[in-house]
């Protein structure tokens, strides 16, 4: 529980995200949504492969995430530390930032 408790703590930021339409969180699995417009909820295309771009840039980072779409997911072991947890936030952020540029 106090992994969980770090892990929504390090990514509580991205839900103001104008990109993110939202972050949600069963556990120790947390999704990361990413939209091109967050008033509208316009959904970027799935051709354009946004969350592809945010793992590319974890495994530069040496980091694991997982891309579904436009969602980009935690899904950590539980040996994961909570130091561990807050890198994987930091690389999601950049990440995500990265890939909603244009």
Same mark, same amino acid.
């Given at each position: 529980r #106090?992994?969980? +408790?770090?892990?929504?703590?390090?990514?509580?930021?991205l839900a103001d995200?104008?990109?993110?339409a939202e972050v949600r969180q069963h556990g120790m699995i947390l999704a990361i949504e990413m939209i091109r417009d967050k008033a509208s909820r316009q959904p970027y295309p799935w051709q354009e &492969? +946004? =969350?592809? &771009?945010?793992? &590319?840039?974890?495994? #530069?980072? =040496?980091?694991?995430? &997982?891309p579904l779409g436009n969602v980009i997911y935690f899904m950590p072991p539980y040996v994961i530390t909570p130091d561990e947890i807050r890198r994987l936030a930091q690389i999601a952020t950049s990440g995500i930032e990265l890939a909603t540029r244009d």
């Open positions: #106090e992994l969980a +408790r770090v892990m929504a703590d390090s990514t509580a930021h995200h104008p990109h993110v &492969r +946004r =969350g592809l &771009r945010v793992y &590319r840039h974890a495994l #530069e980072q =040496g980091a694991l995430l &997982r």
